[in-house]
């Protein structure tokens, strides 16, 4: 038996060789398989009837086999050669499909399948291909700022662990950059890890921005192949802040200068329209043709009137670059002539001038007692009513909080002066006596009796009101009495008397004294009638100017018709003497 089964090895290692050497076997086929994921082979082959055996090898790059796997068609067995890269990752099954689990690029091979029979051995190829995507793109080292019209690094986009590696594109604004010789420059580098022969690529873009980059997002992608075709990853976005010259100069008023009065605090701000704004100016004031170099705010405080005037500003490095604007601190005086208290007799003349100096037309409002007036006051002949608080007030309507006012306190005095009057009341049995008192300070009235001495005490009197008030006392003599009104302020003391006869005796009335209302209204209705007369006179000096120019038109006619008439009878004289003549 032993003599027989050595030829019969001998024969099938033979039938192996020559197999490998002479056999192309069936044509290529490929199992494409995700990093570390379970890499599946079926054999390929229909299983023949007199099978013996199946087998499984890989070829090195040399051409040289390595078998890692056996089974056996009659005992079910299976057998896994010793091959390190290989332990503990095989499986083989009853149709001879080989599975190798965790794939790594290291699998990558040329793997075949092997049935073999005692008259044959046929052989199916199969070609495995291990794919890692990459980690997903990254732009690092990015730059703090780019500045326009110079060629800046901007960064770097990195993608790692990937096989095959993969290729990295830049985009702006989603628009893939392509290389322009100093404009964009990308440079791409590749590196392989040798323990997991999985691949690194880092591309680097230079870049010259301008003002249309601001904002503008930049990506990059990688794109790499996996089981199933071509696939790409992009990175996040990344804006960066772009840095250009200032261009232009803008000056800011703060307050709005439409606003600024005098007392105000005048801040200047100027701006460049670069970035980075500029950090420092100069600063031009009226009267000041040096700047004053500052940050890009320049601050005036208590400002008067004589700071009104052209501010200017300017870069410190480019003083053309200037910008300018016109303020006007805005004020407003008032002058009350004569103003605080004031103290003057009734009937005097009072000339009161309330003059205004401002910055812009001004209102102003004359206020007596918290009530306006409609016009300024003006004093002829002063009055007990006119005393009073008066206040002129005037204001900027267009600049917040710009008012003044002054105030003039008017005291009119005046001494007490007395007007008695009587009346006797309908019924004839009593009389009403008042005593009718002016003045300023308010004058105390006293009542006697003369011939007695005694005083009255049962008077009553009225409000006292513009410098005006009345006592009124009713009585009933028996005979006739004098009555005696005492009036007395600070001023002077004035008395009057009345004589009152007895109740029995009638007599005349005398009437209360008319009001200033009153006396205003008849003195309006005296102005009337004495304007209807002075226009009826002119009509009649009218009428009569014309009657006269008629009449003297008129005997002018009448001497022309006399003298014409004169003619007439002159000539009629003379013919008829030249009749008698020529008889």
């Not at 732009?139 to 986009?157: M, Y």
């Not at 209360?512 to 009826?536: H, M, T, W, Y």
Request: hydrophobic share 35%; glycine share 6%.
């Amino acid at each position: 038996m032993a003599s027989k089964a050595a030829p019969c090895c001998r024969l099938v290692f033979c039938l192996l060789i020559c197999a490998v050497v002479l056999r192309p076997g069936l044509g290529w086929y490929t199992v494409n398989s995700a990093y570390g994921d379970t890499i599946i082979m079926p054999c390929r082959l229909d299983v023949p009837q007199n099978l013996m055996f199946g087998k499984w090898k890989y070829e090195n790059p040399d051409g040289s086999p390595v078998f890692i796997a056996f089974r056996s068609s009659t005992k079910k067995n299976v057998q896994y050669d010793d091959v390190p890269e290989y332990k503990d990752r095989l499986s083989l099954s009853e149709n001879y499909t080989l599975s190798i689990t965790n794939a790594r690029i290291s699998d990558e091979k040329r793997f075949v399948c092997m049935l073999v029979t005692e008259d044959d051995v046929f052989e199916a190829p199969t070609v495995v291909k291990v794919f890692k995507q990459p980690s997903k793109p990254e732009i690092v080292s990015k730059a703090p700022f780019l500045e326009t019209e110079q060629l800046r690094q901007l960064g770097d986009c990195i993608s790692k662990d990937s096989y095959p590696y993969g290729n990295i594109t830049w985009y702006r604004n989603g628009r893939e950059l392509q290389h322009r010789e100093g404009v964009v420059n990308i440079s791409f580098n590749k590196q392989m890890d040798p323990a997991t022969q999985l691949y690194t690529m880092t591309s680097s873009l230079e870049y010259k921005a301008t003002k249309a980059d601001i904002q503008m997002p930049f990506t990059c992608s990688v794109a790499y192949y996996g089981p199933s075709g071509q696939n790409t990853v992009y990175s996040e976005q990344a804006v960066f802040d772009i840095y250009y010259p200032t261009e232009q100069v803008t000056i800011q008023v703060l307050p709005p200068k439409t606003a600024i009065k005098e007392g105000d605090n005048i801040t200047l701000k100027c701006l460049g329209n670069g970035n980075p704004p500029p950090a420092e100016f100069l600063f031009y004031l009226p009267g000041h043709p040096e700047g004053i170099r500052s940050s890009n705010a320049y601050t005036l405080t208590d400002v008067r009137r004589n700071a009104t005037g052209d501010y200017k500003c300017s870069l410190i490095d480019k003083r053309s670059m200037i910008a300018s604007t016109a303020i006007t601190v805005h004020y407003l005086d008032l002058s009350l002539n004569p103003s605080g208290e004031v103290t003057k007799q009734v009937g005097d003349a009072l000339p009161v001038s309330c003059t205004v100096s401002s910055s812009r037309n001004a209102s102003v409002v004359w206020m007596k007692d918290n009530t306006r007036l409609r016009s300024s006051p003006s004093f002829s002949s002063l009055r007990y009513q006119d005393a009073g608080n008066y206040v002129c007030e005037t204001a900027l309507q267009e600049v917040e909080g710009l008012k003044k006012r002054e105030s003039l306190t008017l005291v009119v005095e005046g001494k007490p002066q007395i007007k008695m009057t009587k009346k006797t009341d309908p019924s004839g049995l009593s009389k009403t006596i008042t005593c009718h008192v002016e003045g300023f300070p308010k004058p105390a009235i006293q009542w006697t009796i003369t011939g007695t001495g005694s005083v009255i005490n049962q008077a009553k009197e009225s409000p006292y009101v513009n410098g005006k008030y009345s006592s009124k006392i009713i009585i009933s003599p028996e005979e006739n009495v004098t009555l005696t009104c005492t009036a007395e302020n600070q001023l002077e003391r004035t008395v009057n008397s009345l004589n009152v006869s007895a109740i029995s005796f009638p007599e005349h009335d005398e009437t209360d004294e008319i009001s200033d209302e009153n006396r205003e209204k008849v003195n309006d209705q005296a102005k009337l009638i004495v304007g209807i007369v002075v226009g009826l006179l002119l009509a009649a000096l009218v009428a009569g100017a014309v009657y006269w120019f008629y009449v003297k038109k008129s005997k002018t006619a009448s001497k022309h018709v006399n003298k014409d008439l004169g003619n007439l009878e002159e000539n009629k004289k003379l013919e008829e003497n030249n009749h008698k003549t020529e008889a």
